[in-house]
Every structure is written in structure tokens, then in C-alpha cells.
């Protein structure tokens, strides 16, 4: 309901619903994602605001042999201990990612013993397979842009996933994958001059399998907002 007492329109009810119920797919079917319904999903993201209508956002499309070529690169550098090129997270933020492994590893997921380090190595490789997904998208902006820009680009993709889950097909965020951006620039010609931020999975879930659906706890939203009178 509005806050003047109406009904809420259809389209509010469910942009609601696709807010709500969102999350991070990590199991994926082979099957194709159509290549119009992609492009839909692209030309309607399009039109979403950015800092004096730049635009920053850069997406590669990859799939096929392509995608197979960028994760064997990838699994290579894995396998090699080569270090990621992410910045660490914060201790007073450590809580988050914690409980997001539990999630992820323990029985609400890939349920895996912690002392099977080797199945937990296999499981956390899945990331560079794209959790099996036949799409992966690398997200990218200009690195002569300002830090300021890349809120642009989280517009721009929270559009883009909510209009590709509106029309049945799952996706996970990446940042994993940007960590090896050498590999992803050799495989995909991306110049220098492009900071990768991100890559994204994308596909029908399999929910047949663990990853399909994995819970992640959300904090009270006052707790993230404060509101300041007189």
C-alpha cells in the first residue's frame, strides 16, 4: 500500500517481490539463455541514472568456447597459489564473510566438513567455473574514472540482475573472479586502462543441487539508516 493509503501498482508490487527474494545462485543448468532476452535485459539497464549521465559501466559477454578458455585460466592461477589481487576485508567487517562461508560450506549449503580441505578447495574453486553457468559477464569501467563512479556502476548491475531474475534466470556476483584481472584481460582483449570490478554468473538455476539456494542473514535496516531532525 502507498503511503497516501492507495493500492500499489503491479509494477511496484514486483519490483517489492524481486528485492525480497533475490539471492546469490551458485548451481546452474547448461541450458542457453536466449540471446534477445540478454539484450532486453541490457537496453532496458541502459536507461538507469549515473553521475552526469557517463555511463561508466562496461560489460563483456562470455560464453561458449570463450568462457571455457577464461575459467581454465583462471583454475590455472588457482592452482598455481597465485594471489588474487583483492584488498582484504576490514576485521570490523570479518563477521559478514564469516557467516557467509558458514552459510555457503555448512549444512544449509555444500554441506562440507571443515576438516575436508580438499572437498572445501574443489567447492570454493567452483567460483572460477562460474558455478557451471553457460554465461559469465565481466564488469568493468574506465580507471581513469573517479572512485565516485563506480556507484553508477552498482545501479547499473542491480538493474541488470533484478531484470534478468525477473525473467526466470539466476546470477552471483563475482568478485573473486577480479582478482586474477591478467588472465581476464590475455583471454578477453579488456585493455589496461579498464579496471575489471567484477564478474557476474548467469543462467537457470539447478535446483536440483546444493548452491541453488543458499540463505544469507540480512541485518535490521535500521541499523545501516539513520534519520536526523531538528
Known sequence: MAPDGSATTGATQTLTSLARTRHSTRAYKPDPVPRPLLEECFEIAQHVSSKSNLQPWRVTVVEGAALQRLEKSLLAAVEANEAPQIAPIPVKYSKYRSAMGRSIYGPDGYNIP?????????????????????????????????????????????????????????????????????????????????????????????????????????????????????
Open 114 to 230: 571443515r576438516d575436508a580441505r580438499e572437498q572445501l578447495e574443489t567447492a570454493r574453486q567452483r567460483n572460477y567455473t562460474f558455478f557451471d553457468a553457460p554465461i559469465g559477464l565481466i564488469v568493468a569501467m574506465d580507471s581513469a574514472l573517479a572512485k565516485v563512479d563506480v556507484l553508477s556502476v552498482g545501479l547499473y548491475l542491480q538493474m541488470l540482475l533484478l531484470l534478468l531474475q525477473e525473467r526466470g534466470v539466476s546470477n552471483c556476483i563475482e568478485v573473486s573472479v577480479a582478482g586474477y584481472p591478467r588472465q581476464i584481460r590475455e583471454e578477453l582483449g579488456i585493455p589496461e586502462d579498464m579496471d575489471i570490478l567484477c564478474g557476474v554468473a548467469v543462467g537457470y538455476a539447478d535446483q536440483t543441487k546444493p548452491g541453488a539456494r543458499i540463505p544469507g542473514e540480512r541485518d535490521d535496516w535500521w541499523s545501516n539508516v539513520n534519520f536526523v531532525g531538528n
